[in-house]
């Protein structure tokens, strides 16, 4: 059995297009699954359009509300409240391919894997700015416009899948726990990686995972996501994100309890901005500005809440520590 997950938060008319591709999708006889809807804490028609689907499509659909802010809070209480021997994720706002569960189920059947990621769409609804490069020297990162892409062919992988389409067998979350709550979005913020944090950790654990390119999910690329404060804001999660899931460094040269090297980073990256010629190469610069910026405000909570010395200290003079 299948226990397919979506975590929604304040989309009731993005989640109602999301589920009724689900309801559609072409499933082999032998598949059994069920579907949750982790509400978390709406304030809209959220409860009503999960009814409703529940009443309509015939499928087993369970709804959990979950009060406590934040995706991987929702997540954790999907896999909780799961039934299946197999945990698929998606998001509140993608339409999925026909087969899409069929092929999770075809790999899980045929492989001794722990996960599959599958392959992430973006589906353009607005017109793709010239300032957004997803190659060359200076690519934006893929996270921001959602999209996971390794090819046409089944195989191994070493990196970590993206929320919107992977799965894992329940086994994963009992040997390696759940997913953490502090990375993530809570509410309206960007702190984003709590999706492949977990995949880091099974990769850690030697773990193997699959890339399936035929399990397909459409991603939509909506207006604001293209807004360069968009950009901005994102980078800027991400870089507290990113420390919150490293950690500063213990052998780090720091001062005032920030690693030194973040103060070399953000010179660096704001010479480029201020000397660089070409303007897309110059946003590139602006958006590493706001993900130092935001590895440098996560280090001062953290200084703050007491986890690390205050004063200038080399590696040599704090023992490493």
Not at 15 to 34: I, N, T
Not at 36 to 45: E, G, L, Q
Not at 207 to 219: D, F, G, M, S
Not at 261 to 289: D, G, I, P
Request: proline share 4%; net charge positive; charged share 25%.
């Amino acid at each position: 059995m299948i226990s397919v997950t979506i975590c929604t938060y304040k989309r009731a008319s993005r989640l109602k297009e999301a589920l009724k591709s689900l309801a559609a999708m072409s499933v082999p006889a032998d598949l059994r699954w069920e579907l949750i809807v982790i509400d978390n804490n709406s304030k809209d028609d959220t409860r009503a359009v999960v009814e409703d689907l529940a009443k309509t499509s015939g499928l087993p659909v369970k709804y959990i509300f979950e009060a406590n802010q934040g995706l991987c809070h929702a997540r954790n209480a999907g896999i909780k409240a799961a039934r299946g021997e197999i945990i698929a994720f998606t998001d509140d706002d993608v339409t999925v391919d026909s087969y899409w569960l069929g092929h999770l189920k075809h790999i899980f059947d045929q492989f001794d894997c722990i996960g599959v990621a599958g392959k992430i769409v973006p589906v353009w609804t607005c017109k793709k700015p010239p300032w957004l490069e997803s190659d060359g020297p200076t690519p934006l990162m893929s996270g921001v416009i959602l999209s996971f892409d390794l090819g046409e062919e089944l195989r191994d992988i070493n990196t970590p899948p993206f929320g919107a389409n992977m799965a894992f067998r329940k086994i994963a979350f009992e040997k390696y726990g759940l997913f953490r709550t502090d990375l993530d979005r809570s509410g309206n913020s960007l702190l984003s990686g709590g999706d492949t944090e977990f995949g880091r950790r099974l990769l850690q654990g030697q773990e193997r995972l699959i890339y399936v390119p035929q399990a397909i999910i459409y991603h939509p690329v909506e207006q604001h996501r293209i807004e360069k404060r968009y950009f901005q804001s994102w980078y800027f999660g991400y870089g507290r994100s990113s420390m919150r899931r490293t950690g500063i460094p213990a052998n780090a040269a720091r001062c005032f309890g920030i690693p030194t090297y973040l103060f070399r980073s953000l010179l660096a990256n704001f010479l480029h901005w201020v000397f660089t010629l070409s303007s897309q190469r110059r946003f590139y610069y602006k958006l590493e500005l706001y993900r130092v910026a935001g590895e440098i405000t996560e280090s001062l909570s953290m200084v703050r809440q007491g986890k690390e010395d205050t004063s200038c200290v080399s590696p040599r003079e704090s023992g490493g520590h």
